[in-house]
Structure formats: structure tokens, C-alpha cells
């Protein structure tokens, strides 16, 4: 009898362990079931924003370093070496064009003037009694046989040859006069003087020759010119007909404008950027030559050209490009890339008017993949 229950017991037992089993197996079972359904669930793509392209105007500005130097500059120096007597100017004076600036003395050159005219007057007598001569020998020969037609020869050379010394005489003593003209030295434009570099009973001389620094230097100032390098890049954009703004550090809140007047037409073989000169009024002198400027240079674009959103551009390390779906294909189309403004790039292709391009276009996309978009402008 026990021996029964003992064995009933150890069935029950057996047979809870065999559906328990039963159950953990269905269960694991029914998970990689659905396991498995979650695998094969195909996610769909999402549908690529593209664009219509446009032409498009962009425009923007240049922010380069310029310098204001004057419209006329120049260094005075003593053309004949001499010595100063009187400085009628000083640093910062306002000159006018001819004013006197400076005399200087050098005795040897009245010398040699005094000799000259003493030449001159001299040659003036000669021609004048040889050419008496001749009007008498003119006059008598109107009588048959009184002079003989070689002695009449003989005293129009001799006047010739006076008349040529005479004249020589004339250039000599002019040029003596004019190097006399020379010890003053007089402003050759309106201006403000900017430098002195001699005292008086100072020697002078030509530059290297008996001064190393000018007598003065001489600023024309109510007109200056602002000097900008424009780079390679951009020389393009501006014309003749282009306006700048600029300020300076010294009149921080303050803005000035001004014209382009002059273009140097050709690129600084170092720099490889174009020169580019303003004139700027200046009448008050608030400006001083040598500022140095930060001037915003606008860059008006052309209206023809294609702006796109920056997103559209995959600057890769080969060459920036595009994407362009034709018939649900993507497209690489490589572009050179303009100028950036406002989230819009300006780029330069093999493109089309109205071409469909991809808004946010990047590497992951492939050349040929077929892609699916939805078009919004």
C-alpha cells in the first residue's frame, strides 16, 4: 500500500515537470515567433524635400583693411646744393599753390650769373658793330665797282657768326638765371606742410647728393585717397560705379562713404588681389593721411546666376556638388561654388532653369539611387 502511494506521488510529480516544460517551450517559441515578424517588417524611406532651381540675385559684402593716404604728396629738396637763409614755413602750415617756402644762398652762383651777363653784353657789341659793318657795305655796293662782291660775303658771315655767338651767349645766361631760380623753393600745390627736416644756415642739396631727408614734405589733405586690395576672388564685382562705407578707429562712431575712381586693371603679382582707390572730400580734416580704415565693400551679384540653399551643397573632399533627381534617380552634378549670404549659395554648373534638386543633400545619398522626393518651393 505504501509502496502504490509512494509511486502515485512520483507520477504526479513527473507529469507537473513535463507541462511546465510544455508551457516555457510554447512560450519561447511564441517570442521568436514574433521576433521574427518584427525583422521582416520593411521600414519605408522617407521622402527626400527637393527644390526647383532659380536665378537668383545674391548680395553681399567684403570687409577688408584700407588706408587713407593723400590725394598729392611730395618731398622738397634743394636742386642746387646751397645753404638755408630762410624757412618762411613750419610744420603744419596751410600753403597755397606758388607760396614761397624756403630761401638758401649760394654765393658762387651770382658769380657765375654776374659773368654771364658781362659775356652777353659783351657778344652784344660785337654782333652789333659787325652787323653795322655789313648794312654799309650793303649800301655802298649799290654803286657799281665800289665793293667787291666776296668782301661783301665775307661781312654777312662774320654777322652770321656773331648772331650765333650772341644767342649762345643768351642761353648761357639764362641758364645760370634759371639754376639762381632754384634757391627758392615754392609749394607746387595747396597743402599742409607734414615735416621739416632742416634749420636755417643748414646744406642742402639734391637728394644723395647733399641731403638724405627733404627740406619738406607736402600733403594735400582736403582730398585723400582711400587705397583697398581687393582679392582675386571678388575683383569682379566692383566697377567704377561702385560706393564703399568705411570707418576709422580714431572716430569710432562715425561712417564715411565714397566713390570707386580708379581700378588698377591688373592683379599685385604677390598679393594677387586688384588696387583699388576712393577719393574722399575731406574738407574738414577730421581724416588725417595714414589712417588705416575698415572699409565694406557691397558685392552685387549677377541675376543670372544660381542660388541655392546651403544645405544643397555636399562640399566633399573631391569637389562640391549637387544632387539632381531625374526620373527618381539621383544625380551628382558637380558645382563650383560663388559667394554665401544669408543661407544661400551662389553656384556655378552644369545645371538648367528649373532643374529639381535635393534641399538636404548629403554623401549618404548615392549616384543612381533611386530615391523618392516630394517637391516644395
Known amino acids: 500500500m505504501k509502496c502504490l502511494l509512494k509511486c502515485s506521488a512520483a507520477g504526479s510529480f513527473v507529469a507537473v515537470m513535463i507541462f511546465i516544460a510544455g508551457m516555457e517551450s510554447c512560450g519561447t517559441s511564441s517570442a521568436k515567433e514574433e521576433a521574427t515578424d518584427k525583422k521582416t517588417e520593411v521600414v519605408e ?105 666776296n668782301d661783301l660775303e665775307i661781312a654777312l658771315a662774320k654777322q652770321k657768326s656773331d648772331e650765333a655767338q650772341l644767342e649762345a651767349e643768351k642761353a648761357a645766361y639764362r641758364e645760370i638765371a634759371d639754376t639762381k631760380n632754384y634757391l627758392e623753393i615754392r609749394a607746387p600745390f595747396n597743402g599742409v606742410i607734414s615735416a621739416r627736416n632742416v634749420s636755417a644756415g643748414a646744406y642742402v642739396g639734391p637728394s644723395g647728393k647733399g641731403s638724405d631727408l627733404p627740406i619738406f614734405t607736402l600733403q594735400e589733405q582736403k582730398k585723400l585717397r582711400l587705397v583697398i586690395s581687393v582679392p582675386e576672388a571678388y575683383a569682379s564685382y566692383l566697377n567704377g560705379k ?4 568705411f570707418t576709422v578707429k580714431g572716430l569710432p562712431n562715425q561712417f564715411f562713404k565714397a566713390n570707386v575712381s580708379r581700378l588698377a586693371g591688373a592683379l599685385d603679382t604677390k598679393l594677387r588681389s586688384q588696387r583699388t582707390e576712393m577719393d574722399v572730400i575731406n574738407n574738414d580734416k577730421k581724416l588725417l593721411p595714414g589712417m588705416i580704415a575698415e572699409v565694406d565693400v557691397p558685392l552685387n551679384g549677377n541675376a543670372n546666376t544660381f542660388i541655392v540653399p546651403k544645405t544643397a551643397v555636399v562640399n566633399s573632399t573631391v569637389k562640391p556638388f549637387v544632387i539632381k533627381v531625374i526620373n527618381n534617380k539621383a544625380q551628382w552634378v558637380k558645382v563650383q561654388m560663388g559667394r554665401t549670404a544669408e543661407g544661400k549659395q551662389e553656384i556655378f554648373g552644369d545645371l538648367s532653369l528649373h532643374d529639381v534638386l535635393i534641399k538636404n543633400a548629403n554623401e549618404e545619398i548615392r549616384d543612381g539611387q533611386d530615391v523618392k522626393t516630394v517637391l516644395k518651393n
Do not use: H, W
Request: hydrophobic share 40%; charged share 20%.
Open 45 to 149: 524611406p522617407a521622402a527626400l524635400e527637393t527644390f526647383n532651381l532659380q536665378n537668383g540675385q545674391l548680395n553681399s559684402s567684403l570687409q577688408v583693411p584700407g588706408e587713407l593716404v593723400s590725394y598729392q604728396q611730395v618731398d622738397l629738396y634743394a636742386k642746387v646744393n646751397s645753404f638755408i637763409k630762410r624757412l618762411l614755413v613750419d610744420v603744419g602750415s596751410e600753403v597755397r599753390t606758388g607760396q614761397l617756402l624756403a630761401v638758401m644762398e649760394a654765393p658762387e652762383i651770382n658769380s657765375q650769373l654776374a659773368a654771364a651777363e658781362s659775356k652777353l653784353k659783351s657778344q652784344e657789341a660785337v654782333y652789333i658793330a659787325s652787323k653795322a659793318t655789313y648794312d654799309r657795305l650793303l649800301e655802298t655796293s649799290k654803286t657799281p665797282g665800289t665793293v667787291s662782291p
Open 242 to 245: 561702385s560706393s564703399v562705407r
